[in-house]
């Protein structure tokens, strides 16, 4: 196995198809919890990058095509992340969190960000921040990917049963405290 995926504990045939069984297993409730998380992100996020015009937040310089393509794909996983907890309620928000930050640094305005400012200055916030927002947004997305497979692998185990049956998974499993 290579070592990136034993490090990061992927397994990318079986998180891929635990995936393709969360999905199935969405029913009504995880496509509304997935298409209102996905438009929450896509506000929250489009709202403080100024990628949506709104009186709060401003942009000094045009956003770029590279800042909606992660927007809208970060959105749509994001959505996808919040569909799961329809199924089960446990693990992975750490790392949903904090995908969907390097989310909004990653589209935001590079002059707009004050601590790129402070320590790098305009110009460097421009020349330097500016290029590294690309390379942010593609980890902000591969950290949301992994997130959603490691939501899905607890969706999947939750399972009663221990296997891949869908029918013998409940639409939301009872706890006892």
């Not at 995926?5 to 496509?31: C, H, M, Y």
């Not at 942009?59 to 770029?64: D, S, V």
């Not at 790392?95 to 110009?123: D, E, H």
Request: overall charge neutral; hydrophobic content about 55%; glycine content about 10%.
């Amino acid at each position: 196995m290579i070592p990136v995926f034993e490090a990061a504990k992927l397994e990318p045939r079986r998180q891929l198809s635990d995936l393709a069984t969360a999905l199935r297993l969405f029913g009504v409730r995880g496509w509304v919890f997935a298409l209102v998380g996905a438009l929450i992100a896509l506000l929250a996020i489009g709202l403080v990058a100024s990628l949506i015009e709104n009186p709060i937040f401003e942009r000094k310089l045009a956003a770029r095509d590279q800042d909606y393509v992660i927007w809208i794909v970060a959105s749509a996983i994001a959505g996808l992340i919040v569909g799961t907890f329809a199924l089960t309620p446990e693990g992975g928000q750490g790392k949903a969190v904090s995908g969907g930050l390097l989310s909004a640094i990653a589209v935001g305005c590079p002059v707009c960000n004050q601590v790129a400012v402070t320590l790098l200055g305009t110009s460097g916030a421009i020349s330097v921040f500016g290029p590294s927002q690309l390379y942010i947004g593609l980890f902000s997305i591969a950290l949301l990917s992994w997130t959603l497979l490691l939501r899905a692998g607890a969706v999947v185990g939750a399972c009663p049963t221990g296997s891949d049956d869908i029918s013998a998974v409940p639409a939301w499993p009872s706890r006892t405290i």
